[in-house]
């Protein structure tokens, strides 16, 4: 989790994982787009500077978060990539559908991972705010979209072992 002491973005580059010989999937969500773009404008950015071709990045949206778990099935399916990054961001409202929403998308991917033979990457925010989001989106804490994207890289390279 992003704190004043934690940069989302901050990773040594010479530890990563290269990238051109990996398929990567991508779902992302449209509620809060402004958010989920800079999310996955960061992963991508991220991506290619590890080398990853263009050609070999497949994304697909899906309309919130909660639909997320299906979408990266879908994806996983379709395009066989060797890890799939899911890109989110449900923001707390004054009811309790933010609780519902988080613990449909994290069971849902947790499940993907033990159900799937490739990782699944949680890069879902899950803010008390949009502030809170823009912060954790290119803003003051980096971006959790990049950090997804070296997550991926280090997992693929874990299962591609
Ligand atoms: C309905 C809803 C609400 C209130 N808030 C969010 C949110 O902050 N982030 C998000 O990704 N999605 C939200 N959604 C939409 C749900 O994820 C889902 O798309 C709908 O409940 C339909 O299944």
Known sequence: MATSL???????PA???DGSMLRIGIVVSEWNEEITAALLEGALKTLKKHGVPEENIHIRSVPGS???PFGAR???DLY??????CLGCVIQGETRHFDYICQG???????????YNIPFIFGILTTNN??????????KHGNKGDE???????MAALRNR
């Open 66 to 68: 909660f639909e997320i």
């Open 15 to 17: 530890g990563i994982p």
């Open 105 to 115: 998308v994290t069971h849902g991917i947790t499940e993907l991972n033990l159900d």
């Open 148 to 154: 997804a994207a070296v997550t991926a890289l280090k």
């Open 6 to 12: 934690k940069n989302l973005s901050d990773y040594d």
């Open 74 to 76: 879908i994806v996983a």
């Open 80 to 85: 066989s990539p060797d890890v799939v990054i």
């Open 130 to 139: 949009l502030e809170q989001a823009k912060d954790r989106a290119g803003g």
